[in-house]
Structure formats: structure tokens, C-alpha cells
């Protein structure tokens, strides 16, 4: 792994760098969780991709910079450095984007990316299920063949964004005799289409940071397939390890909030009671930077992300625990009334459950990495 920095890259981090704290909002958004911060994001979105800043690492054609992994690392860093707002779009742009690149037709890359770096369009996730959550491949939801398409039926729950959202990705059962991992299909769809309907779910501050979402015979044409009938899992791992793995979880978000967590201590007078956990979480920050870097290092010599993926997940989830724990420890009875310290979402309990438990990943790693033959999990 290379750690130096070429002069192309320090001067797109630069330029960045100076973009940003031009630009950034100087007070926080409202929350994307309501209705008018979910707007007030929407127009940061298409601010960001009028400059060519909301998605660095995509081709020109499509709003982005074909900038390197490093550089849209490097980038990510000079973001959350700046305090700049959350991303609507990011399970569009984090998560079905890379899905899209690796699985979707032309014709669909034309269509959709383009409002979806602007904001224009805004994607949910429809994963979870009632009784589908870290194994969705126990998923219900179906899907049959009509003329010209496909109808679904079914219900997803705890969907992120959908209470506001445009439209939604995700699998649905289209073989019902195939075993549990086949006879699945990756589906993209309109939430406002006849049929649809979408339950907000709020949250202890009752904003609707999820939704369920309902399906009754929703006509999905075939040019909403992603990848082929049958062979959902395979398109849908193609997600699961992005939202995992580099791209929906760049190391500059963490070490942008143990930054702040080093702050809110001394501010707090430095208390020595927690010094070595403000000290830990700075460190895991740091190394989860370096392992990203080496992340970045193996793309660009061509490789992909795989069950590696989960390995880096673990890491994430167990470093953002640890950054909101000893910052709610520091603050005290404060913590749990003014949420003006969580601006731009650096510190979050859920790590460990969303993208797939923890145990889950455990799972993987014995399985898939180790080498561990499944038995040997249970």
C-alpha cells in the first residue's frame, strides 16, 4: 500500500478542500428525517452535482470526476472534515449505483444515474422484511410475470429513506419453488406507482427515519429488472458489499468524528475516566483509515470487493459504537436531549445491526475467509 499522495490527487483534494468551505451550509440542515430537511438535502444534492462534487468517482457522463479510489477517499475526508450535511442520496449513490455499474444495462445507467446524482430522484431500500431481516433470503415478497413486466406483492419494513423517497430497490421471489438463495429477483420501483403504499415509522423523536412499505400487485416493467430473472442473490451481494465494505462507509466520517469526540473531551475538561477510550476510538478510526486506503490500493490494481466486505463492516460498526458511547458518556444526562452533537451524522448505536448483524458477519468471515466449513458456525 502506497501512502503518498501524487500531485493530481493533492490538488483535487485542494481544490475540494477550498470548494467546501466556500460552500458548506454554515448552520446544519434541517433533519432528512422531516419533510422539509428531506427537501432542504435534495437541494445540497443537486448543488453538490452542479459543481461536480456529488459523485467524484463516477464517469463524466454522469455528473462525476472518473476520479481514483484514493482521490474519492481523499474527497470523503475533506467532507466530513468541513461538517458538511448528511447524503439523502446515499443508498442510491453508495449502494444501487455501484450495483447498476456492475450488473445494469446501458439503457438503464443513462436513465437513471444522472437524477440520481442530482437528487432528482431519491432511492429507499425495500430489503427487510417482517420476518426477513439479516436473512433475506427468508424474504416473502414475490413477484409474477404479466405482460410486459412483473407484478409484486408483498411488504418491506424498516426502509431507509422511503418515507420521503422517490423510488425503491430490492428483491422479491420470483421462483417459489427455487431454493432459498435462487428463484429471486432485483427489482427497481416507483413508490408513488398504483399500488404502493408507504407507511412512515417513526422514531423515538418522531421523525420517520424508516417506513414500511406495501405492495399490491405493483406493475414493474422489465426494463426495471436488474441483472437477470432468478439471479437476484448474485446482484444483490453486489449491494450487500458496498454498503458493507468502502463506499457507504469511508473512513472520513470516522476519523472526522473521533476529531470531534477528541474535542468534546477536552471541552469537557479532560476527564482521565475516559481518556483511554476517547485515545482507543482515535485509534480504530485511523486503522480503519489505513485498512480503507489498502482497500482503495487493491481496486485500482483491478480487484473487487468480496466477502471482504464483512471484515471491514465488523470494524465500522465496532469503531461507531465506541465513538457514540464515549461521547454520550462525556455528556451525560445532555446527551440524551440535545442532538445538536450528532450533526451530520458522525456517531450511530446501529452499526452493528444494519447492513446485515454483526453475528452475521462473524459468519461470513468464518466461512468465507477462514475457510471454515459451515457446520462449524453453528
Not at 450495483?99 to 430489503?127: N, Y
Not at 423515538?204 to 441483472?227: M, R, Y
Not at 448483524?357 to 462473524?362: A, F, G, M, S, V
Request: proline letters at 6%.
Amino acid at each position: 500500500m502506497d501512502l503518498d499522495i501524487d500531485a493530481e490527487s493533492a490538488a483535487f483534494r485542494d481544490e475540494a478542500r477550498d470548494w467546501l468551505a466556500e460552500h458548506v451550509p454554515r448552520s446544519p440542515l434541517p433533519s432528512m428525517d422531516t419533510a422539509e430537511g428531506f427537501a432542504r438535502h435534495r437541494e445540497w444534492e443537486a448543488q453538490l452535482a452542479e459543481a461536480r462534487w456529488s459523485v467524484v468517482s463516477w464517469p463524466r457522463e454522469y455528473h462525476g470526476r472518473a476520479c481514483t479510489p484514493l482521490q474519492w477517499l481523499l474527497f470523503e475526508e475533506e467532507y466530513y472534515a468541513a461538517g458538511a450535511p448528511g447524503r439523502v442520496g446515499q443508498n442510491g449513490i453508495f449502494m444501487l449505483a455501484p450495483t447498476l455499474f456492475a450488473h445494469g444495462t446501458p439503457e438503464q445507467r443513462d436513465r437513471i444515474l444522472p437524477s440520481m446524482a442530482t437528487g432528482a430522484q431519491v432511492w429507499a431500500q425495500a430489503w427487510s422484511e417482517p420476518e426477513a431481516g439479516s436473512d433475506i433470503a427468508a424474504l416473502r415478497s414475490s413477484a409474477v410475470r404479466t405482460d410486459g413486466g412483473w407484478l409484486l406483492s408483498g411488504q418491506k419494513t424498516w426502509s431507509s429513506r422511503a418515507a420521503f423517497a422517490d423510488r425503491a430497490f430490492g428483491l422479491f421471489r420470483t421462483d417459489p419453488d427455487a431454493g432459498r438463495h435462487r428463484g429471486l429477483t432485483y427489482f427497481m420501483l416507483d413508490l408513488r406507482a398504483e399500488g404502493v403504499t408507504v407507511r412512515p415509522i417513526p422514531q423515538l423523536d418522531g421523525e420517520p427515519g424508516f417506513a414500511e412499505i406495501f405492495l399490491d400487485k405493483v406493475f414493474v416493467p422489465d426494463d426495471d429488472v436488474l441483472g437477470e430473472p432468478g439471479q437476484g442473490w448474485r446482484v444483490a451481494m453486489t449491494t450487500a458489499n458496498n454498503e458493507r465494505g468502502l463506499s457507504l462507509r469511508s473512513p472520513g466520517r470516522f476519523v472526522a468524528a473521533a476529531g470531534r469526540l477528541a474535542e468534546l473531551w477536552r471541552e469537557q475538561g479532560r476527564p482521565a475516566s475516559v481518556a483511554d477510550r476517547v485515545a482507543d476510538a482515535w485509534i480504530g478510526a485511523r486503522a480503519y483509515q489505513l485498512y480503507t486506503f489498502g482497500t482503495a490500493s487493491r481496486l485500482a490494481e483491478g480487484a473487487e470487493l468480496g466477502p471482504e466486505s464483512s471484515v471491514n463492516k465488523l470494524f465500522w460498526s465496532q469503531v461507531d459504537v465506541a465513538l457514540h458511547e464515549t461521547a454520550l458518556d462525556l455528556l451525560g444526562p445532555a446527551g440524551e436531549t440535545d442532538e445538536s452533537w450528532v450533526d451530520g451524522y458522525l456517531f450511530s448505536l446501529a452499526g452493528p445491526i444494519y447492513g446485515g448483524t454483526d453475528q452475521i458477519q462473524r459468519n461470513t468471515i468464518a466461512e468465507r475467509l477462514l475457510g471454515l466449513p459451515r457446520e462449524a458456525r453453528r
